[in-house]
């Protein structure tokens, strides 16, 4: 596990900016973009799957959004996925690095392995 005391999973939980619609532990996470937020943004989902993948593990997110609609509507979730693809590699670097115990502590600037070659 990547974090500790986190609250236990279930159907309509927030995530992100979604509401968990369905999931395994240690497979899959699945939302959906809340009705307030569907309205202005159209409907969309995500899912990020674990998956094995050589002597480890692979992380794979998948978004699926409404087309159509307006042209407004359409720019708009352009310039969205534009902006979640930049976010979504920062936070797919940061769980990379939480999972290989490199994530840096933001209380000490470091990373998990240099505190621990700092301590031993």
Known sequence: MLLHDLPDLSVGLPFLVFEITGFTPD???TGVL??????RHGRMAVSYTVRPHGKG????VKVVVETGGRPIRRLRRRLLALGDLVMMR???LT???LAEGTAKDPAEGTSGSEADAAAG
């Open 95 to 97: 769980l990379k690095d």
């Open 57 to 60: 593990s692979r992380l794979v």
């Open 90 to 92: 920062k936070q797919l």
């Open 34 to 39: 809340p009705e307030t937020l569907a309205g």
């Open 27 to 29: 497979e899959h996470i």
